[in-house]
């Protein structure tokens, strides 16, 4: 059994995609069998941040009963199983979503950790991955309307009994407007896990396919993520 952790968020591009991408390479470096997988499957586009777009089978296809999961595994950046969900339209429309639950516990048995880049907000998709999940990681940035719609996806991973491991502020910069951690951590009523400040290297990166923390591991938001890795794994 994997330990399952849903990446998700209130607002939609709080840096879901980005958070797992990254935390899946940083997970890998410190030693741990990982496998990540698109559930945003309208939004897909983590085979675009793991340089790995284009595979012939995807999520979609599993999730429209055409493949078997296993076939839908790719290897991606420093040995991470990817699950890439396809970014064509029409593969999209002919997925069923609801065998997302089935997809993912059959993943549960692939790996040592399984990161869930879930679609935003508290729509169908992002409950189920929610709620399959053991633990949740949300996604903010340091301003209200975030951490306001956050507030929701706390909540209703606390109806359904998954653990919130906590929060993570990406995109912070030294812009005053910006919420404190502190406020951030008071409202949402969970710890703050990581804070990842606004870098250009994160678009650098995904320009060539390549996640920050191996393309540009010195850069601030990789040595962010890379110390939320180390956390996670007890190695700090
Ligand atoms: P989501 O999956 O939540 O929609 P993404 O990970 O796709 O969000 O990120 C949304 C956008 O924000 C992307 O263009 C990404 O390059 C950018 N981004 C994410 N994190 C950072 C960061 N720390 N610094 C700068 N840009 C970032
Ligand atoms: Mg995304």
New binding site residues.
């Given amino acids: 059994m994997a330990i399952t952790i849903a990446v998700a968020?209130g607002k939609?591009?709080?840096?879901?995609?980005?958070?797992?991408a990254n935390l899946a390479v940083a997970l890998s470096q410190f030693g741990k069998d990982v496998t990540v997988i698109d559930a945003?499957i309208a939004?897909a586009?983590l085979e675009l941040?793991m340089g790995i777009e284009g595979k012939p089978i995807t999520l979609n296809d599993v999730l429209s009963g055409n493949a078997d999961i296993k076939s839908a595994i790719y290897e991606g950046p420093a040995g991470v199983k990817v699950v890439p969900a396809g970014v064509s339209l029409d593969s999209f429309k002919k997925a069923r979503p609801e065998r997302l639950l089935e997809v993912l516990s059959k993943l549960d048995e692939q790996s040592e950790v399984l990161l869930i880049?879930c679609p935003?907000g508290i729509g169908k998709e992002a409950l189920t991955a929610i709620s399959a999940a053991e633990h949740l990681l949300v996604?903010v940035n340091p301003e209200i309307s975030s951490i306001s719609d956050a507030l929701k996806v706390v909540s209703i991973a606390n109806r359904v009994e998954t653990n919130v491991l906590g929060a993570i502020i990406?995109?912070?910069t030294e812009d005053s407007s910006e919420l404190s951690s502190r406020s951030i951590e008071t409202i949402l009523e969970i710890p703050i896990v990581g804070i990842?400040?606004?870098?250009?290297?994160?678009?650098r990166s995904?320009a060539f396919g390549v996640p920050i923390v191996l393309k540009h591991s010195d850069s601030p938001?990789a040595q962010s993520i890379m110390e939320l890795g180390a956390k996670l794994v007890g190695k700090q």
């Fill in positions: 968020s939609g591009g709080t840096g879901k995609t980005t958070t797992c945003d939004m586009n941040i880049d935003a996604v990406n995109r912070v990842v400040p606004e870098d250009t290297n994160v678009r995904s938001a």
